[in-house]
Nanobody, 115 residues
Framework: QVQLVESGGGLVQPGGSLRLSCAASGSGFGFYTMSWYRQAPGKQRELVAG???????TYADSVKGRFTISRDNAESTAYLQMNSLKPEDTAVYYC?????????WGQGTQVTVSS
């Protein structure tokens, strides 16, 4: 089983960029589907982007064309490159690893988009 640690969040102005990282420890990272979710205050957690071990990435409509998910299996790390950030992107961002019935979450990293 892997354990996940997110990093890279912070405060950024509208139109700016951030790159989130999700470092996994343990074995088998390459087999997991990796996803990024976010949860804004008072809202439900929502799927932002996902990438299987071999397949095309998928994105929520709200981030298509602005966010890019990627993974480096050799480094056991998943990334979320976020460009053209908007205030409505403000949330805690969580990394998730899924394999069959197993679903593992990181602790989350805060992203705040504000001038």
């Amino acid at each position: 089983q892997v354990q996940l640690v997110e990093s890279g969040g912070g405060l950024v102005q509208p139109g700016g960029s951030l790159r989130l990282s999700c470092a996994a420890s343990g074995s088998g990272f390459g087999f997991y589907t990796m996803s990024w979710y976010r949860q804004a205050p008072g809202k439900q957690r929502e799927l932002v982007a996902g990438i299987a071990k071999a397949g095309s990435p998928t994105y929520a409509d709200s981030v298509k064309g602005r966010f890019t998910i990627s993974r480096d299996n050799a480094e056991s790390t998943a990334y979320l490159q976020m460009n053209s950030l908007k205030p409505e992107d403000t949330a805690v961002y969580y990394c998730n690893a899924k394999l069959f019935r197993e679903s593992i979450w990181g602790q989350g990293t805060q992203v705040t988009v504000s001038s």
